[in-house]
């Protein structure tokens, strides 16, 4: 059975400050997905990568797939209190569907 | 208007009760899914749906069952609910096509058995 772990758990940080927060598998990915979800609300799709060393940006956030598939960081450079919430990685197989606990997020204006 | 909703959107129910969630979406989308979240463990696969009348079952299927009548319907049922049902759910919807297609998730819903 496939594991993921997220890194750390819990995140506090002072706006403007930058952060990395991490996804491990025990098993190769067979397609990574970053989401994010706020309070109150369902999780939502920031980025998919499929190929290894696959580096994607949106904005401030930088996302990087490991070479092997097995690992992926998500860099927020600046963060500021909109990017508060709970960050999951998902892997998306076509008939298995596993998140991540999450990296929940606060950013303290 | 929200493309994916709930129903309820928080419920208290007693334990042996049968409790019935559903979910609905504008999205035309041909897959459904059912998860839970619990703290610390994250989002869990119940059952998924590829298709009306198609059911599958997901990671921890054990003590719920689905029924897909519709396209645009999707409802989990709890058949006698107990505590550690307590959690909350959500439904999302996917095209049809590679597995790493967006999920869109409705808001959730607040599920206690006492």
């Known amino acids: 059975t496939q594991l993921l772990e997220q890194s750390p758990q819990f995140l506090s940080i002072q706006e403007g400050e930058n952060l990395t927060v991490y996804c491990n598998s025990s098993s190769v990915f067979s397609s990574l997905q970053w989401y994010r979800q706020e309070p109150g609300e369902g999780p939502v799709l920031l980025v998919t990568?499929?190929?290894?060393?696959e580096v994607k940006k949106l904005k401030r956030l930088t996302f990087q797939f490991g070479d092997a598939r097995k690992d992926s960081s998500l860099h927020i450079t600046a963060a500021q209190p909109g990017d508060t919430g709970l960050y999951l990685c998902a892997d998306m197989g076509i008939n298995d569907m596993r998140f991540g606990a999450g990296t929940r997020l606060t950013v303290k204006p | 208007d929200a493309d994916v909703t709930q129903t309820p959107r928080n419920r208290i129910t007693k334990t042996g009760k049968r409790i019935m969630l559903e979910c609905s979406q504008t999205k035309g989308h041909d897959r459904m899914y059912w998860y839970r979240q619990d703290p610390g463990l994250g989002l869990r696969l119940i059952y998924y749906?590829?298709?009306?009348?198609?059911?599958n079952k997901g990671e921890i299927s054990d003590g719920y069952s689905v029924s897909r009548q519709a396209q645009a319907k999707f409802s989990l049922s709890l058949e006698s609910a107990i505590p550690n049902q307590t959690a909350l759910y959500f439904c999302?919807?996917?095209?049809?096509?590679?597995?790493?297609?967006?999920?869109?998730f409705g808001p959730g819903t607040r599920l206690t058995v006492l």
């Open positions: 999302a919807t996917s095209e049809q096509g590679w597995g790493y297609n967006e999920q869109f």
């Open positions: 749906s590829f298709d009306v009348k198609d059911i």
């Open positions: 990568v499929v190929t290894g060393g």
